[in-house]
């Protein structure tokens, strides 16, 4: 078998007037077989779906002109590259998905559909409406940890012995960790064959009222074709964005649903009150289906218990798991919050367990009454879900990433509390925040001085200004103090759906800097009590990264008169970052550096993608 990038093949060149498949395969290099090229008839769009109709045709082995094969001969692709190109390919398929429009807005598109009317209509197309009624549903919403709450059941049910299927959003380096299979990224083949599945039926249904869906409905109605064809005996699925305008609530009879902790956030969609915040939220509770919520703020707390009562919902409160239920175990996802998402997770596989009938057949003569099942425990011990608290060891092991994805008010506090104890937790912890004489060191390791630097980012719609407070004062509080901090700019974007195959040039820097010398100026003004930044001083772009004496440059040396800060500084670039700090590290025995990535998932898939290779 040969196989041909369709992109570069002509459809006239082999008979058909398009081509549905982008990658090819031909039998041998003279003719082709149409079944392999999904191929529709040469009248117009009209798909050829069966062998027989293929046959009938006359599209059977078809010979190929000397054109189409000298063309196709220059652009044989090699095993290795096939496999790449053709999950790039699905990239850029689901990229031209991203539109410029403000995400979760209910309001229609273009023709007279709403986008809840939109997803029903997709689901349709794929016939999806029975299936997904069969899942057996656990639906979450909150403002924060969904996802962790999301991967507590996950891991809890799997070790119950139940085959499990797991979509959250968002994705740090590869869109395949939002959809789960049995604890899994889904395989890159069972990806594609389900992504192309949806994606050719959706195209050829398309209509001006009815056009191709915006990303996260395409990818929302991907994960129920997943999960309904790959039978899983549980769906646990994180909404996107709110509630009840989610593409996610087109999910009519879940078993149980679940609302984490509830903040401001998304305010320019939900509203900018906590009641309405959690109006939305409230959204995706089902008449008369069990749902769980965690202690909230009184005014999303009021509107949480309207909504279940008039919809006669069996509705709790569940309090943070008490750490003695854990028998000595730790929760595999750390900081405090976690205690609060791990009971939510609890009280959600509980009653999805009595709901099924499960939980009698499993525990009917086991000691749970005040206990923790073991599954259960064995559960919250093994559940991961990367870029949230998450702590990687640079090869060197001086140089320790601590990386959470916060960039809310709320979770930025969360983020400072984990890394303040994480870095005091960690070994031979001596911090201090200026360069200690070489007499002062001995050669021992345990006198190894650590540091703490931030490396921050975050998007141009978050505001920095509350940000970086809340995280230098949660970190001060406990004695935390960043020596440095280090502003740059991610490289994934917002309008790219990124592989791990999208490789990163050691090069690429940004030409814009415009956003990372703001947040570099609210920094500065924390740090020095005053805006000390006049905006008449030019801010100069850095061609490079700074010497390496400003890791340990004290801070007294600042004089931003002369467009020099020592407390904090603008890189062009996150992999020269990466570098830089490597190096440093290197050249500097006595020196362990902790490192904060925070503010942006972007930036944290970025530097773990960074870190991986
Ligand atoms: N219970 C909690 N209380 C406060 N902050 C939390 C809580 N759980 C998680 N966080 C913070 O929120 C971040 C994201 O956690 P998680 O992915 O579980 O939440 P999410 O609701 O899925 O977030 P996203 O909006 O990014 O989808 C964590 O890195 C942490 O900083
Ligand atoms: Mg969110
Ligand atoms: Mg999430």
Redesign the pocket.
Known sequence: MLKYKALFLRPELVGVSSLYKRECLFPSKFTWAASCLNAVDLTGTKRLHSQGEIEQKGFRDRKLSSEAVELMDSNTMTEENTRQSTYDTAMEALSSLITSKKRGDGSPVSGKYTKLDRMSMYIKILNLEEPIAGLKIIHVA??????????FCDAILRECGFRTGLF???HLIDVRERFRLDGLDISEEKFLHYFWECWNQLKENVTDDLPMPPLFQFLTVLAFKIFACEKVDVAII?V??GGTRDSTNIIKNPIVCGV??L?M?HTEILGDTLEQIASHKAGILKPQVPAFT?PQLSEAMNVLQGRARELMVPFEVVAPLDGTKLKGNQLS?S?D??F??AALAVALCKSWLWSTGNWEKLFKHADVEDNLPKPFLRGLSTAR?S???QIVHDSSGDLVFYF?????P??????AR?FSSAVKDSPNQSSISSFPSKLQLGKNESDKVSKQILLFNCMDVRDPESLLPILVDTCASSGTYFAKAIFVPSISKYSKVTSAYTAIPLEIRSKDLTWQFKLQRVWEKIIHGKDIVSNSSETKFPESTPPQRFIHDDVSNCSPADGHFACSTVVSSLPMTINWLRDYVKQNPSFRIQVLV?GS?HLVGDVLKLLRR
């Open positions: 909150g403002t924060k940890g969904k996802g962790s709450t999301c991967a959250t959003s968002p994180e996107g964005l984490s902790p903040g956030d965690v996802l900081g919050h976690q609060t998402n879900l870029g949230r608290a959470d994805g916060a960039h809310s709320e979770s930025m506090e969360a983020c984990w925070t998932l």
